[in-house]
């Protein structure tokens, strides 16, 4: 009863639309970005929501919105105020990913509104794979399959990401049906997604994926008391990756070799950790320290971006930044775990393994995927309070 009787929203209609167009903003309409298009859609129709809400008194700030209110605030703050660079840098497209994450965590959905978000995200990755069946361009040596859109190149590591919220969602939905043919048809859907993954040439998207099918299988059947069905089924798809990866070039297939990935540090990954790190704590005066030197500074006093969130946030936005954001994960954590909702929990552990191998704060999928992780565990929290409470 609790299910059928929630309505949806304006807003979460607003909500829906950004994270369905989300994985495509490199598409051009008009000499406009779509995001950028969209959001005289999506600006509108959400405002119209949020309206009716304040004049009936419906909208609740609880402690973690105020948090992550305050620390995009800040960012933003950090890119408009910079702390000792000698030359500005003003990207505009990230101060929007950030003014989306802001309006993204105003409004918290219910089940059915993100059920929603799901659908929009599976209809997205759909339209990826079939971006990626219609693409034969070969960018990097020539080895790696990317999706253009307006002759620019996606970066895999974002194209990846399109597919976390669906495997989770579809594994999830799968595990309930009894009807085998939606199961073949979700793992085939999810095994395509894996595929083209790693033709792309992105480990960090492909471990990320893996992390969250066997991350959310492992917490399906240990609720069902059923570990012994979780290798069986975790068994079934590691064979169907072998013979996915059997298929595949050997050159492509030596940048997911873990030897290869330690001996090279990463492509290199690892060395830049360590320099950036390093070159942070030299001569670095205690404002800075504590503050940061603000955005894209590694990028301006190293020329090289980090591609690791923790370390970009240590440079932008110092000890103090990055240490909030920390608080903020480890309650996301601390709260998933307690509360029960295992896909808050694997999702975010998703995130932050995705986001240490690549630039991300300043992308709107990035922001989608944490404002998904705390309303899954704002509708999971609501979900299990009533359980308890009818359980008892």
């Given at each position: 009863m609790y299910y059928k009787n929630l309505k949806i929203s304006l807003e979460s209609i607003a909500i829906t639309i950004l994270i369905f167009i989300a994985p495509f903003m490199r598409l051009v309409i008009f000499d406009r970005g779509i995001i950028f298009l969209s959001l005289f859609l999506v600006i509108p129709i959400y405002l119209i929501g949020i309206f009716k809400k304040l004049s009936t008194k419906l909208i609740k700030l609880d402690i973690f919105r105020f948090l992550i209110f305050i620390f995009i605030l800040y960012l933003i703050f950090s890119r408009v105020y910079y702390y000792g660079a000698d030359v500005t840098f003003f990207?505009?497209?990230?101060?929007?990913?950030?003014?989306?994450?802001?309006?993204?965590?105003?409004?918290?959905?219910?089940?059915?509104?993100?059920?929603?978000?799901?659908?929009?995200?599976?209809?997205?990755?759909?339209?990826?794979?079939?971006?990626?069946?219609l693409s034969s361009e070969y960018y990097l040596g020539g080895v790696r399959l990317y999706v253009f859109l307006n002759e620019v190149p996606l970066d895999p590591n974002m194209t990846a990401a399109t597919f976390f919220l669906p495997v989770i969602y579809l594994i999830s939905i799968?595990?309930?049906?009894?009807?085998?043919?939606?199961?073949?048809?979700?793992?085939?859907?999810?095994?395509?997604?894996?595929?083209?993954?790693?033709?792309?040439?992105?480990?960090?998207?492909?471990?990320?994926?893996?992390?969250?099918?066997?991350?959310?299988?492992?917490?399906?059947?240990?609720?069902?008391?059923?570990?012994?069905?979780?290798?069986?089924?975790?068994?079934?798809?590691?064979?169907?990756?072998?013979l996915i990866a059997l298929g595949l070039d050997s050159n492509l297939l030596l940048r997911f070799n873990l030897s290869f990935i330690i001996e090279t540090g990463g492509s290199g990954r690892t060395e830049i950790w360590i320099t950036q790190i390093e070159e942070f704590?030299?001569?670095?005066?205690?404002?800075?320290?504590?503050?940061?030197?603000?955005?894209?500074?590694?990028?301006?006093?190293?020329?090289?971006?980090?591609?690791?969130?923790?370390?970009?946030?240590?440079?932008?936005?110092?000890?103090i930044g990055l240490i909030y954001y920390l608080i903020l994960v480890i309650y996301l954590i601390v709260k998933s775990l307690k509360n029960r909702s295992y896909k808050t929990f694997v999702l975010l552990m998703g995130v932050l393994m995705w986001s240490s191998t690549i630039s991300t704060n300043n992308q709107v999928v990035y922001w989608v995927l944490l404002y998904i992780c705390y309303s899954n565990l704002k509708v999971d929290t609501i979900i299990n309070t009533k359980l308890i409470k009818e359980g008892a």
């Open positions: 990207d505009f497209d990230e101060i929007k990913s950030l003014l989306v994450g802001l309006l993204l965590f105003t409004f918290i959905p219910n089940q059915k509104e993100l059920n929603l978000y799901f659908i929009a995200s599976v209809i997205s990755a759909i339209i990826m794979v079939f971006l990626y069946i799968a595990s309930e049906k009894k009807n085998w043919f939606f199961k073949i048809a979700t793992y085939a859907l999810i095994l395509l997604n894996i595929y083209y993954t790693i033709l792309s040439g992105s480990r960090g998207g492909l471990f990320t994926i893996l992390a969250l099918i066997f991350g959310t299988l492992f917490f399906i059947y240990y609720k069902r008391n059923k570990i012994l069905q979780f290798f069986i089924v975790s068994g079934i798809i590691s064979i169907a990756l072998i704590f030299k001569n670095t005066s205690i404002f800075n320290a504590l503050f940061g030197y603000g955005q894209y500074s590694s990028i301006y006093y190293l020329e090289i971006a980090a591609h690791n969130i923790l370390i970009e946030y240590l440079w932008e936005i110092g000890l």
